[in-house]
């Protein structure tokens, strides 16, 4: 399994950005994929998760009506649209796929490399 993420970048302030993440080699139809993000200094924290089967969603509190996951089965690719961005979003960001949809981390088996947002004031 591979999940090799893109999109970040910098960006100022109440700007967007959208984060894609490729997905390969699952077995199973049925899976999910999470978004998560460490900050320097900060535990990983979860964002998002999206279930490939029906499409369920879950957003962390601190993104919720700013950030929308997304899935294209088609391409199996996960997106996630992150609007009004805020200095506190700077951070590593990473995809990770499993089969229990949660935005707990540690349930996930794979996992991208991440890549990098940075949102200035």
């Known amino acids: 399994v591979q999940l090799v993420e893109s999109g970040g970048g910098s960006v100022q302030a109440g700007g967007s950005l959208r984060l894609s993440c490729a997905v390969s080699?699952?077995?199973?139809?049925?899976?999910?994929i999470g978004w998560f993000r460490q900050a320097p200094g900060k535990e990983r924290e979860g964002v998002s998760c999206i279930s490939s089967r029906d499409g369920s969603t879950y957003y962390a509190d601190s993104v919720k009506g700013r950030f929308t996951i997304s899935i294209d089965n088609a391409k199996n690719t996960v997106y996630l649209q992150m609007n009004s961005l805020k200095p506190e979003d700077t951070a590593d960001y990473y995809c990770?796929?499993?089969?229990?949809?949660?935005?707990?981390?540690?349930?996930?088996?794979?996992w991208g490399q991440g890549t990098q947002v940075t949102v200035s004031s």
């Open positions: 990770a796929g499993g089969v229990f949809f949660t935005i707990l981390p540690g349930p996930y088996d794979y």
């Open positions: 080699g699952f077995v199973y139809d049925d899976y999910a």
